[in-house]
Every structure is written in structure tokens, then in C-alpha cells.
């Protein structure tokens, strides 16, 4: 986990456990989250989705595009599913806006992001 922010690291590793059990998911898994600024939030919205405009969370799945061989000495039975990014300006927006606390919606993104890794989707 990546943060230059006021995260609690144990918590959201405690909620992605539980979301990952939930999905009766029995083996390691590797997620990589940044929390990021707005500006890093913008750029990476506008490369990646074609949005120049922030968001709360960008979900990128290993999964998606072209497989990636690895070579033998760096496979394992870890099931790796990609990153997810919040924006923790949007995180304190939206926090106030919805009247709850900062901590519930880190994990209420992150648990987005995860599902969205998983395959999941929603709609806009």
C-alpha cells in the first residue's frame, strides 16, 4: 500500500480480506492500492479512461489486455489482480458530503476497486 496520506494500513488490509473471503476466494492475493492527490487522480483518469477530470477510484485489473507469461522461477499460487487507486481529496469530499466517517469510505472505495478487479462492474 502506497500513501503519503493519514491511511489506516491495517484496517483497509483487514477489509480487503474480508471482501476477498466473501467472493470464497481460498488463496493468496496480491492487490496494490495508492492513495493519490488529485492532480495524479486527473492524469491518470485522463489517460487511461479519456476523462480530464478527477475521480474517486480507478480500478486496473491484471487480467485485462494481454497475458503476461512469467518465467518459472517467478510463478506461485498467488492470485495476483492489479491496483486500485483513490484520491483521498475526493475521499474527504465526499466523506463530508455523506455525513460518514473517512475510514468507512477509504474502505467503501476500496472495496469498489476490489470488486471491480474481480470482475464486477456497475453501472454509470
Do not use: W
Not at 4 to 33: H, P
Not at 51 to 74: I, M, R, Y
Amino acid at each position: 500500500m502506497e500513501s503519503r496520506y493519514k491511511v489506516n494500513r491495517k484496517r483497509v488490509i483487514t477489509a480487503v480480506s474480508e471482501l476477498i473471503l466473501k467472493q470464497n476466494i481460498v488463496r493468496d492475493v496480491e492487490i496494490s492500492l495508492a492513495i493519490v492527490g488529485d492532480r495524479k487522480m486527473r492524469s491518470l483518469n485522463k489517460q487511461y479512461r479519456g476523462k480530464d477530470q478527477t475521480t474517486n477510484v480507478l480500478s486496473f485489473s491484471l487480467s485485462e489486455g494481454e497475458a503476461t507469461v512469467l518465467p518459472p522461477s517467478e510463478k506461485s499460487d498467488v492470485l495476483r489482480l492489479g491496483d486500485v487507486i483513490i484520491s483521498y481529496p475526493q475521499v474527504i469530499q465526499e466523506a463530508a458530503e455523506e455525513e460518514v466517517l473517512v475510514d468507512d469510505k477509504i474502505d467503501e472505495l476500496v472495496n469498489h476497486g476490489v470488486m471491480h478487479l474481480l470482475g464486477v462492474d456497475h453501472e454509470e
